[in-house]
Nanobody
Framework: QVQLVESGGGLVQAGGSLRLSCVAS????????MGWYRQAPGKQRELVAR???????NYADSVKGRFTISRDNAKKTVYLQMNSLKPEDTAVYYC????????WGQGTQVTVSS
């Protein structure tokens, strides 16, 4: 049973920073893609950023230059450093593992006040 546990969400003022972490536990060996998605109220879930074992990284256009994704394979952990946060970044952020089987975390709330 694989579980993803996110942490680091919270309330921050516009222009501030947060760092999200997601740890994968359970029997999982090679992890291909690790990433973050978000879902704002009334909107569809969207990709924020993802990083592959090859080193390839994808970012949503809306976060390029502000967010940085990284991973620690030994710790089965993926991070999302979010800087220059905007109110439109407010959403529930979900951790995701992209493998032969996909896994999702429970989500962590990020709220950016103006």
């Amino acid at each position: 049973q694989v579980q993803l546990v996110e942490s680091g969400g919270g309330l921050v003022q516009a222009g501030g920073s947060l760092r999200l972490s997601c740890v994968a536990s359970g029997i999982i060996f090679m992890i291909n893609g690790m990433g973050w998605y978000r879902q704002a109220p009334g909107k569809q879930r969207e990709l924020v950023a993802r990083i592959f074992s090859s080193g390839n990284i994808n970012y949503a256009d809306s976060v390029k230059g502000r967010f940085t994704i990284s991973r620690d394979n030994a710790k089965k952990t993926v991070y999302l450093q979010m800087n220059s946060l905007k109110p439109e970044d407010t959403a529930v952020y979900y951790c995701h593992i992209e493998n032969a089987i996909n896994y999702w975390g429970q989500g962590t709330q990020v709220t950016v006040s103006s």
